[in-house]
Nanobody, 122 residues
Framework: QVQLVESGGGLVQAGGSLRLSCVVS????????MAWFRQGPGKEREFVAA????????AYADSVKGRFTISRDNAKNTVYLQMNSLAPEDAAVYYC???????????????WGQGTQVTVSS
């Protein structure tokens, strides 16, 4: 099993930036890809970004492309999500996920963190 702990959420004004972190522990050798998903009030969980742990190949949702950047630090077993130019519609609980497939689908990810709240004021 893989344990994931997110941090870095908070309140930011529109146009501002935040960096989310996800520390990975446990059976880390089993995770091939890491991803960030988000879920806003009354909305379904949606894909934000994913990265292949080994080589750093990344994919983004169209809604965040050019504003968000996913990265990983192998030495720290940590995945990051740098979020710039934040807008009110980005407000959500952000979840880190680990899985054996590089996918935009939440069901492909077996392990999840507890989530971190991002609030964007207009």
């Amino acid at each position: 099993q893989v344990q994931l702990v997110e941090s870095g959420g908070g309140l930011v004004q529109a146009g501002g930036s935040l960096r989310l972190s996800c520390v990975v522990s446990g059976r880390t050798f089993t995770r091939y890809a890491m991803a960030w998903f988000r879920q806003g009030p009354g909305k379904e969980r949606e894909f934000v970004a994913a990265i292949i742990w080994r080589d750093g190949v990344a994919a983004y949702a169209d809604s965040v492309k050019g504003r968000f950047t996913i990265s990983r630090d192998n030495a720290k077993n940590t995945v990051y999500l740098q979020m710039n130019s934040l807008a009110p519609e980005d407000a959500a609980v952000y979840y880190c996920a680990a899985g054996s497939f590089f996918s935009r689908n939440s069901y492909e990810y077996a392990d999840w963190g507890q989530g971190t709240q991002v609030t964007v004021s207009s």
